[in-house]
């Protein structure tokens, strides 16, 4: 019987490498769309990078890593795929580095509980609304998954002296050191990249160090901890601060009342997906599923629950944080709120001690073959429909460079006939449309569809269709 579990265990592992696989092939096969060309051409617009710098602080936001990586990944096309290949890689870390804050424990594959690790990660991916926007995307993974990545880091700086103070195994330094420098710049970075997380950031780390102090009266906190809160402060007033968010808020027409109306819409959906799509269906389904692995005797703690209840402060502030923007609101603003609100939903299930009997091994093996296969055919989908929006793409811009190269003044191209997926962000024809506007003035070619009668039509290419097909061609 044991042999057989581990066999089947292989094979279960070797299907989540592939799917792993075939999601970097999906971000790597994710064309420049929309904002992606913005940044760009207002890149090529300045000099250096400090130009670039100031330029998007005064005039466009403050989010200091948004405005670093942008400049790279849009004027290099190595750091674009560098950074492309690892936007998988650093959400999972990510999702590592939560799993330690709450459970202080830097889980491994040798690790009892991996496989726990793995339905968590499994179920915070396929659940998570507008990932293709959030992590996929290029300007979408320079604002949101990076910045998470580095926030992880500074929060497990934090965890980690908030265990090292329960265990009196562990000695805890209050002088300077050189670790101090990393505390400064993680802290300063963490504060001042995006306003969500910043928010978040604050709410835990102001809740926790009150919890120790609270707690452990004769404990003293160390002046990294001190220094690196006072950076995150100080990233904060660098952010919002930032000329250039003060321009985009005077673009808004709204009213109060409007702006409130929205908001509240917002506020109450937000675990729901907007009431769009799935309208939240698949992230309670995956909530519920995560506590009959994580706490299948459903036993829930009060220590537990005073501990991990700060993440849930955390997201839900993450939401309040966004009522000057709640005309701009969309389903890839609920990113930080449903993933803090797992690291909740963890810390308030996860028991590390408990074993797993033989008996209920063959169970762990059902739940994983089911969580991978999901996986499987969710990344091999994203790949062959990114790869086919990104062959389109190519086309288009073939296109327009030829006419330009002819000085031809107009030019006609086809509609995005990909029907997305999941991993896949695209517009919609009418923003498509406006985005060709967008072209048109920067090219100075006038750049529109083609609607011919014999032009393909918008998202009616079924690559499902096309993959059982494929032979028949």
């Given at each position: 019987?044991?042999?057989s579990?581990?066999?089947?265990?292989?094979?279960i592992?070797l299907?989540?490498?592939?799917s792993?696989f075939?999601?970097?092939?999906?971000?790597?096969?994710?064309?420049?769309?929309?904002?992606?060309?913005t940044?760009k051409?207002?890149?090529?617009?300045?000099n250096n990078?400090?130009d670039?710098f100031?330029?998007?602080y005064m005039?466009?936001?403050g989010?200091?890593?948004?405005?670093?990586l942008?400049?790279y990944?849009?004027t290099s096309e190595?750091?674009?795929?560098?950074?492309?290949?690892f936007s998988?890689p650093v959400?999972?870390l990510?999702i590592?580095?939560g799993w330690?804050c709450?459970?202080?424990?830097?889980?491994n594959?040798k690790s009892k509980n991996?496989w726990k690790?793995?339905?968590?990660?499994g179920l915070?991916w396929i659940s998570t609304?507008?990932?293709?926007e959030n992590?996929?995307?290029?300007?979408?993974?320079?604002?949101?998954t990076?910045?998470?990545?580095?926030?992880m880091?500074?929060?497990s700086?934090i965890?980690?002296?908030y265990?090292?103070?329960?265990?009196?195994?562990?000695?805890?330094?209050?002088?300077?050191?050189l670790?101090?420098?990393?505390y400064?710049?993680i802290g300063f970075?963490?504060?001042s990249?995006?306003?969500?997380?910043?928010c978040?950031?604050?709410?835990?780390t102001?809740l926790l160090?009150?919890?120790?102090?609270t707690?452990?009266r004769?404990i003293k906190?160390?002046?990294?901890?001190?220094?690196?809160?006072s950076f995150l402060?100080?990233?904060?007033f660098?952010?919002?601060?930032?000329p250039?968010?003060?321009?985009r808020y005077d673009l808004?027409?709204?009213?109060?009342?409007?702006?409130?109306?929205?908001y509240?819409?917002?506020l109450f959906s937000?675990?729901?997906?907007?009431g769009?799509?799935?309208?939240?269906?698949?992230f309670?389904?995956s909530?519920i599923?995560l506590?009959f692995?994580l706490?299948?005797?459903?036993?829930?703690?009060?220590?537990?629950?005073k501990?991990s209840?700060?993440?849930?402060?955390g997201?839900?502030?993450s939401?309040i944080v966004?009522f000057?923007?709640s005309?701009f609101?969309?389903?890839r603003?609920t990113?930080?709120?449903?993933?803090f609100f797992?690291f909740?939903w963890?810390?308030?299930?996860?028991?590390k001690?408990?074993?797993?009997?033989?008996?209920?091994?063959l169970?762990k093996?059902?739940i994983?073959?089911?969580?991978s296969?999901?996986l499987f055919?969710?990344?091999f989908?994203g790949?062959?429909?990114n790869k086919s929006l990104f062959?389109?793409?190519?086309y288009?811009?073939?296109?327009?460079?030829n006419?330009k190269l002819?000085?031809?003044?107009?030019v006609?191209?086809?509609?995005f006939?990909?029907i997305p997926?999941?991993?896949?962000f695209?517009?919609n024809p009418?923003?498509d449309?406006?985005?060709?506007?967008y072209?048109?003035?920067?090219?100075?070619?006038?750049v529109?569809?083609?609607i011919?009668t014999n032009?393909q039509?918008?998202?009616?290419k079924?690559?499902?269709?096309?993959?059982?097909?494929y032979?028949?061609n």
């Open positions: 019987m044991d042999k579990i581990n066999f089947f265990t292989r094979i592992y299907s989540l490498f592939i792993l075939f999601y970097i092939l999906s971000s790597l096969y994710q064309p420049l769309i929309g904002d992606d060309y940044f051409h207002e890149i090529l617009k300045r990078f400090f670039h100031i330029y998007m005039q466009s936001s989010r200091f890593l948004q405005n670093v942008s400049y990944v849009f190595i750091f674009l795929y560098i950074l492309k290949f998988i959400f999972i990510s590592w580095l330690y709450l459970n202080n424990e830097f889980i594959l991996f690790f793995i339905c968590f990660l915070v609304p507008s990932i293709s992590v996929i995307w290029t300007t979408g993974f320079i604002t949101w990076y910045p998470l990545f580095f926030s880091i500074y929060l700086l965890f980690h002296f265990y090292s103070v329960n265990n009196k195994l562990h000695k805890v330094n209050y002088k300077l050191s670790n101090t420098i990393l400064i710049i970075i963490s504060g990249c995006i306003q969500q997380l910043s978040i950031n604050f709410t835990i102001f160090l009150l919890k120790i102090k707690e452990k004769n906190i160390p002046i990294n901890i001190y220094l690196g809160f402060i100080i990233g904060i660098f952010l919002i601060f930032s250039g968010n003060y321009l808004i027409e709204d009213s109060f009342f409007q702006k409130s109306y929205k509240i819409l917002y937000a675990y729901y997906e907007l769009s799509e799935n309208a939240g269906k698949i309670f389904l909530l599923s506590t692995i706490n299948p005797e459903l036993n829930f703690f009060k220590d537990k629950f501990f209840i700060i993440w849930f402060i997201s839900l502030f939401l966004m000057p923007v005309t609101l969309s389903v603003t990113f930080f709120a449903v993933i797992y909740f963890l810390g308030l299930n996860y028991n001690y408990e074993n797993i009997f033989l008996k209920e091994k169970k093996i059902i994983l073959f089911v969580i296969s999901l055919f969710d990344s989908v790949f062959i429909t062959e389109e793409n190519q288009r811009y073939e296109l327009i460079e006419a002819n000085k031809v003044k107009e006609t191209v086809p509609y006939s990909t997926s999941r991993l896949t695209m517009h009418y923003y449309r406006k985005f060709l506007h072209i048109s003035n920067y090219m100075n070619i006038n529109s569809h083609d011919g032009s039509l918008p998202n009616t079924n690559i499902l269709k096309e993959v059982k097909n032979f028949n």
